[in-house]
T-cell receptor
């Protein structure tokens, strides 16, 4: 589906390793969001950007998490070092205005063993 | 901040029956209430929404109602079909014009039994 492309789709890594999740939104969207989804907590907003600038990172759980958006077409979410409790599906999303709402990427399923 | 509660967490209905999912919100300033459907292994997708100046909205077999006084809103699916099986998320947001920060409910897993 066009709009937001995430990679990788699945990631399995060992505890302590660095993990980088990638998001490529279609240009033209001013807002980009990173969400984490787990069974226990549902959809949690981690951070969002406006015009490539981080606006609200209050949802980032710990200093181990960091996000960047070097340009309007690319963003990364990094976890260093990773822990088993970071296992979740991570979604990137853009806001397409009041009519279309959010468009989510396909998500990255992260498993930390 | 905004808090959205959603019930039930799971719901099973027979094909052809109706399904109702209910949500409450805490911030009376919230003015936009979207609903998202997430099929197994897929991304959430917007299926319908309602704004605070409207009490009800319909789109074929799906309808949403909003009670601003009680701060609750509901999703109604009539004549359910197996393809309606998914997790449904309600959400509430405050804002106007451009971006509106959205708070999601915890989701309802709907199973339609053929």
């Amino acid at each position: 589906d066009a709009g937001v492309i995430q990679s990788p789709r699945h990631e399995v890594t060992e505890m302590g390793q660095e993990v980088t999740l990638r998001c490529k939104p279609i240009s033209g969207h001013d807002y980009l969001f990173w969400y984490r989804q787990t069974m226990m907590r549902g959809l949690e907003l981690l951070i969002y950007f406006n015009n490539n600038v981080p606006i609200d990172d209050s949802g980032m759980p710990e200093d181990r998490f960091s996000a960047k958006m070097p340009n309007a077409s690319f963003s990364t979410l990094k976890i260093q070092p990773s822990e088993p409790r970071d296992s979740a599906v991570y979604f990137c999303a853009v806001y397409q205005g009041a009519y279309y709402g959010y468009t989510f990427g396909s998500g990255t399923r992260l498993t930390v063993v | 901040g905004e808090n959205v509660e959603q019930h039930p967490s799971t719901l099973s209905v027979q094909e052809g029956d109706s399904a109702v999912i209910k949500c409450t919100y805490s911030d009376s300033a919230s003015n936009y209430f979207p609903w998202y459907k997430q099929e197994l292994g897929k991304r959430p997708q917007l299926i319908i929404d309602i704004r605070s100046n409207v009490g009800e909205k319909k789109d074929q077999r799906i309808a949403v109602t909003l009670n601003k006084t009680a701060k609750h809103f509901s999703l109604h699916i009539t004549e359910t079909q197996p393809e309606d099986s998914a997790v449904y998320f309600c959400a509430a947001s405050i804002g106007s014009g451009g971006y509106q920060k959205v708070t999601f409910g915890t989701g309802t897993k709907l199973q339609v039994i053929p």
